[in-house]
Protein backbone atom coordinates (compact mmCIF):
# COMPACT_ATOMS: atom_id res chain seq x y z
CA UNK A 1 0.00 0.00 0.00
CA UNK A 2 2.89 2.34 0.47
CA UNK A 3 4.72 1.83 -2.63
CA UNK A 4 1.07 2.46 -4.30
CA UNK A 5 0.97 6.00 -2.35
CA UNK A 6 4.00 6.97 -3.39
CA UNK A 7 3.56 5.80 -6.92
CA UNK A 8 -0.09 7.80 -7.17
CA UNK A 9 1.94 11.01 -5.75
CA UNK A 10 4.61 10.73 -8.34
CA UNK A 11 2.08 10.71 -11.29
CA UNK A 12 -0.65 12.48 -10.24
CA UNK A 13 0.60 15.77 -10.33
CA UNK A 14 1.97 14.99 -13.53
CA UNK A 15 -0.81 13.67 -15.16
CA UNK A 16 -2.49 16.74 -13.72
CA UNK A 17 -0.23 19.28 -15.35
CA UNK A 18 -0.46 17.21 -18.77
CA UNK A 19 -4.30 17.02 -18.85
CA UNK A 20 -4.20 20.75 -18.73
CA UNK A 21 -2.03 21.09 -21.29
CA UNK A 22 -3.34 18.35 -23.38
CA UNK A 23 -7.21 20.52 -23.76
CA UNK A 24 -7.87 22.10 -26.51
CA UNK A 25 -8.51 25.30 -25.43
CA UNK A 26 -7.41 29.04 -27.03
CA UNK A 27 -5.39 30.82 -24.76
CA UNK A 28 -2.38 28.05 -23.78
CA UNK A 29 0.33 29.19 -23.58
CA UNK A 30 3.13 28.57 -25.53
CA UNK A 31 1.55 26.98 -28.66
CA UNK A 32 2.74 29.68 -30.90
CA UNK A 33 6.00 28.81 -30.02
CA UNK A 34 8.21 26.69 -31.62
CA UNK A 35 9.87 25.50 -28.70
CA UNK A 36 6.64 25.80 -26.57
CA UNK A 37 6.55 21.46 -26.60
CA UNK A 38 10.17 21.60 -24.96
CA UNK A 39 9.45 23.98 -22.84
CA UNK A 40 6.74 21.93 -21.61
CA UNK A 41 8.71 18.91 -21.21
CA UNK A 42 11.52 20.27 -19.36
CA UNK A 43 8.98 22.59 -16.79
CA UNK A 44 7.10 18.56 -15.97
CA UNK A 45 10.88 17.06 -15.82
CA UNK A 46 11.69 19.60 -13.51
CA UNK A 47 8.50 18.65 -11.77
CA UNK A 48 9.38 15.18 -11.82
CA UNK A 49 13.12 15.68 -10.70
CA UNK A 50 12.05 17.63 -7.37
CA UNK A 51 9.28 15.18 -6.58
CA UNK A 52 11.86 12.08 -6.26
CA UNK A 53 14.35 14.54 -4.68
CA UNK A 54 11.67 14.90 -1.80
CA UNK A 55 11.02 11.29 -1.92
Known amino acids: M ?3 SVIAAIFLPL ?3 TGQ ?3 NLG ?7 YNG ?3 TVAILAEVL ?7
Open 49 to 55: RVQLLIF
Open 15 to 17: SFF
Open 27 to 33: GISGTNS
Open 37 to 39: FWI
Open 21 to 23: LGS
Open 2 to 4: YML
